[in-house]
């Protein structure tokens, strides 16, 4: 069904076009998905039973609207926001744009949501039925950052299963300052010291940029082994990489996320693999829309993956889809469980 509208789909703007998906979510529009136990992808995340290790990525659902109608699509775990402690509309319109010829979005959305309190809101009346994080990050206009997340921190530790730092977005300005060692530092710091206040046991990961050279990585590995972050998400958009794009688009400002991306996620998520030494789990994010990109992912060293991009194009059953196809590749391997091929490049 999807494959044929598709075509009438992609003649919306690509952020009206996501907004009626989130209403059709909210509505119940697409039925449940039958999600079989199944051996070959069953894991455990931050010490919780998932059925399969494919992830919704932040910025689908900005508002946590329809978190557990994407639980009911298949997705092992699901990443709201982002949200800041206020309500902000973001960059102006237009602010998102479809790359056909490429299977990739441009974005400059800018962090637009309904603001922490209203997000809370809706998780304390709509209990999660599934893995929920919660991916937070300041304000456009703060006067201090750093107490922005320790905000978001204090008003989800509670209601989340993990809590995302994301510092990576490259749409709200200086924002990836925070990848330099003493900013991160810092900020670690920080957010740990209100985590022992707070006597919280809520699992806490960080969102890294791609566009990052290899020295900084070995640095920010070192902080988060000696903070015992318990995940790293690699990665969020590039706003660079656009020299082999085909589309008329490609120099439109803002984040590149699917296909391109790809290769480039898996070249990170393996030098984080082998810095790292397993001490902190990987989240792979990066042209995620298939069992076979999937399956890369996990041999670079991610421990689970997310999409987005990945569903814009393959439709609403998309992660029923990679699970089946993730397993076909594991059974024709005589693979067990998708965890046997982490890392293993």
Known sequence: ????????IFKLDPEFAHSLAIKALKTNLFLKQKIPEDLYLKS?????EIKNPIGIAAGFDKDAEVYNSLFNLGFGFVEVGTVTPLKQYGNKKPRVFRLENDKALINRLGFNNSGSDNVSKRIKKNKPIGILGVNIGPNWDSKDRVEDYLIGFKKFHNLADYITINISSPNTENLRDFHNLDELENLLDKIFAEKRKLSSKIPIALKVSPDINNEIIKEISKLLIEYKVNALIVSNTTDQNRDNLKDHQKFQRGGLSGKPLRDISNKLINYFFKNLNGQVKIIGVGGVDS???AYEKFLSGADFVQLYTGMVFRGPKIAIK????LKTILKEKKIKNYSEIIGKL
């Open 291 to 293: 069992g076979k990109s």
């Open 322 to 325: 990679i699970n089946e196809e």
């Open 44 to 48: 455990s995340l931050f010490g919780k």
């Open 1 to 8: 069904m999807f494959n044929k509208i598709r075509p009438l």
